[in-house]
């Protein structure tokens, strides 16, 4: 996620200062004014201080191989997911994206597109790509929801519609105007009338909803998203609530043994617990799990693995290559090892972390958009022979 800028917001006091410069550190994002916000989707974390994933239903939303995911299996009807920004665009606006459809073996409707919403989102304004079948039944639709109808859609149907290409959606004012990209150009859809009041974007992908009771009708898909862009003449931030988690990592010893002569083995990994508490009123279960980062002094070491719950405290694997602990330790890792009680390492000069404790944190989203960190210490010990 990169952001350039032209114009700070101020900040008020000094633990303000301190939130945001942990968050800045965390994920490469700059808060408010004017300027451009882009997501490569590259990183494996999806980025929760410019979005909130959502998702209803059996959908799967992640950030992997280098695209945004949105998926589903087969026969579930109404399903839907994505990511909504967590940032105001103010005056007028240009968004886009590039899509895939990466599988589709329904024989029924799936959509996916942008969405410019007001900020309580009695209005919006879609992008999306419909299809109906296997064959060339797909359409690219420009439409304008208010009052609880859609109005003044815009669309333009078969085989000239590209399965992957880019979306587009520019605000003018109050005017709204409609890309697709094909033949290496911008095509313009149309244009709708509709709010100039500052509002956020949303990516999105589902199933449509249907009396049918045919479940094998509703298709299993995948899209794909990449190389998202915004402009805006302001882009806002909004307040990112943090909530305190109790961390307890598990092995917590590093047990070093000093060899210039160990031989490198990159393929050997080791597997670090961390055991997450959140306070009583916040359920563990919103805990999204694509977020998750073990990281040491905001430089990530290794993204959560399937986690686990028990008595509402989470259980989260994290994978550690020998380049995760050498940035633990300040020296180059050759071998490692986990055992029960400690992680077993070989390196070829002394670390620097040797005899000490070190704080890592743990990092992540919840399913209402409020972040969690909490911190915990690992023992760095030398092997005495």
Not at 186 to 204: Q, Y
Not at 293 to 306: C, D, F, H, I, K
């Amino acid at each position: 996620m990169t952001f350039s800028t032209k114009r700070m917001g101020k900040m008020k006091n000094a633990s303000v200062f301190t939130l945001l410069m942990f968050l800045l550190v965390i994920h490469n994002v700059k808060a408010d004014g004017t300027g451009i916000v882009e997501d490569d989707f590259n990183d494996e974390i999806i980025d929760t201080v410019f979005w909130t994933p959502f998702k209803c239903g059996p959908m799967s939303v992640t950030e992997m191989d280098g695209f945004l995911k949105v998926s589903t299996s087969e026969g579930h009807p109404g399903g839907t997911g994505g990511l909504r920004s967590r940032v105001q665009l103010v005056g007028d606006c240009d968004v886009w994206i590039d899509y895939n459809w990466a599988s589709y073996d329904g024989l029924r409707h799936a959509r996916f597109g942008l969405l410019l919403c007001n900020a309580n989102e009695t209005e919006r304004v879609y992008l999306n790509c419909h299809r109906w079948s296997l064959g060339s039944s797909h359409e690219i639709i420009l439409t304008h929801y208010k009052d609880g109808r859609f109005r003044n859609v815009k669309w333009i149907i078969g085989g000239s519609v590209p399965l992957s290409g880019k979306l587009r959606i520019c605000r003018q004012g109050t005017t709204f105007y409609g890309y697709y990209w094909s033949s290496n150009d911008w095509k313009l859809l149309g244009s709708i009338d509709a709010f100039s009041t500052a509002g956020h974007v949303t990516i999105n992908a589902n199933n449509y909803e249907s009396s049918s009771t045919n479940l094998s009708l509703f298709p299993a898909f995948e899209v794909h998203w990449d190389n998202f862009h915004v402009e805006a003449d302001q882009i806002i931030y909004e307040p990112v609530l943090m909530v305190e988690a109790t961390v307890d990592l598990n092995p917590d010893v590093f047990e070093v043994t000093v060899d210039p002569n160990a031989e490198w083995n990159q393929s050997q990994e080791a597997f670090l617990r961390a055991y997450i508490e959140l306070p009583a009123d916040v359920n563990v279960g919103n805990i999204d799990s694509n977020t998750v980062t073990l990281s040491l002094n905001g430089n990530m070491l290794a993204s959560a693995e399937v986690p686990v719950i028990v008595d509402n405290v989470i259980e989260i694997l994290f994978c550690l290559e020998p380049s995760s602990v050498s940035t633990i330790l300040g020296s180059e890792v050759v071998t490692i090892e986990a055992e029960d009680e400690k992680i077993g390492v070989a390196v070829t000069t002394m670390p620097s972390q040797a005899i000490d404790l070190v704080q890592l944190s743990v990092f992540g989203a919840l399913g209402d958009g409020r972040i969690f960190t909490g911190t915990d210490a690992v023992r760095v010990i030398l092997k005495q022979e």
